[in-house]
């Protein structure tokens, strides 16, 4: 997208970005720093501000329209992507945001999030996940914990989780990446190389609700654990973490497992990511690092090429143009696939 404006003069801030509505959200609520950095983020690509849209369906997160000085689409529940396809489609000139949550997408909107990408569509995902619904008071989410208490599972949740980022690569998006509200530098780097992606971009950002589900992502993303629970990827690189740098991955058969970096030896066994790896088992395998087993990755889990769905529809169209001219609506709605019943 950037690319296609590069010629002209435009210099924008986060303020650019911020609407005159007011921002209600609770006080501490991890929205708020997502908010800001998206604003951030698009302020340093040259692309016209008429030109960005944001999509959301129903949610705390799905406010982001209003806070946001663009166009904006607040939908109904989960029924975002299917708004956003059909803009697609008939505008290729937008750079288009689809804002959801881990109710709105991965419950009622679970169908149409799937089909988006798989058909890969160019456009940007945000999943925020809190593991809650928290503008419905806090009862328990499709991503919420097996066993958690909560007002809808007061002896516990008794649903296994959903894993979102095996969602997206079931459903084969060609970009697909993980960060945290607790780390505006990592989510910026994420958004922008969502941005930069051409294609259907899933990125699932781990975000603390602090009146229903305060500090459920902690033990892993805490500053006293985080060093040695997470695990941020970098392509071409061994998957190495902890504080002091000493540990990383290796593969035992099909199952990652940790390891000490002194006993590593060359390097050779150990596990290095590559973004770009045509097959999905690869960052499927990295989903399955889940907290206490196992340090949870942080990142480009996936970035490949592919043509787009708008891509080949528009071509479609061109095509059956050039062959049988503009057409008649009056024609095709009259045509041999009608009768008429008396």
């Known amino acids: 997208m950037s690319s296609t404006f590069k010629d002209l003069d435009l210099s924008y801030t986060k303020d650019d970005f911020t609407s005159n509505q007011e921002v209600r959200w609770c006080p501490g609520c991890g929205d708020y720093a997502i908010l800001a950095t998206v604003q951030r983020t698009l302020a340093k690509n040259a692309i016209p501000r008429e030109n960005y849209v944001f999509i959301s369906g129903i949610g705390c997160s799905s406010r982001f329209p209003y806070y946001m000085n663009t166009y904006g689409f607040h939908t109904i529940h989960g029924r975002a992507p299917t708004i ?6 008939v505008n290729p000139d ?3 945001w689809v804002i959801t949550g881990d109710g709105d997408g991965l419950s009622i909107g679970g169908n149409h999030l799937v089909h988006c990408m798989r058909r890969n569509m160019n456009l940007n995902i945000l999943l925020v996940n809190n593991q809650i619904y928290g503008l419905t008071k806090g009862q328990y989410s499709p991503t919420s914990r097996h066993g958690q208490i909560t007002n809808s599972s007061p002896m516990g949740a008794i649903d296994y989780p959903i894993n979102a980022l095996c969602i997206a690569i079931a459903s084969e998006a060609t970009f697909i990446a993980r960060t945290l509200d607790g780390d505006p530098k990592h989510m910026s780097m994420v958004l922008q190389r969502a941005m930069d992606h051409k294609g259907v971009s899933f990125v ?15 033990p892993v993303t805490g500053r006293d654990s985080r060093d040695d629970r997470m695990i941020y990827l970098e392509d071409g690189k061994p998957l190495v973490f902890g504080k002091h740098k000493d540990k990383a991955i290796r593969l035992n058969r099909l199952k990652p497992e940790v390891v000490d970096l002194q006993d590593a030896g060359d390097g050779e066994s150990l596990l290095i990511h590559h973004e770009d790896h045509p097959d999905p088992s690869y960052p499927y395998l990295l989903t399955q690092m889940t907290y206490p087993e196992m340090p949870v990755p942080f990142g480009i889990f996936r970035a490949i090429q592919r043509p787009t769905y708008d891509e080949m529809l528009n ?3 061109v095509k059956s143009k050039a ?12 045509g041999t696939s009608t009768w008429t019943v008396k």
Do not use: M
């Open 84 to 89: 956003a396809t059909g803009l697609r489609c």
């Open 315 to 317: 071509d479609q169209v």
């Open 94 to 96: 937008l750079s288009i």
């Open 204 to 218: 699932e950002i781990y975000q603390n609700c602090i009146i229903f589900n305060d500090k459920a992502f902690q």
């Open 323 to 334: 062959a049988k001219g503009e057409g008649d609506l009056k024609k095709l709605i009259y």
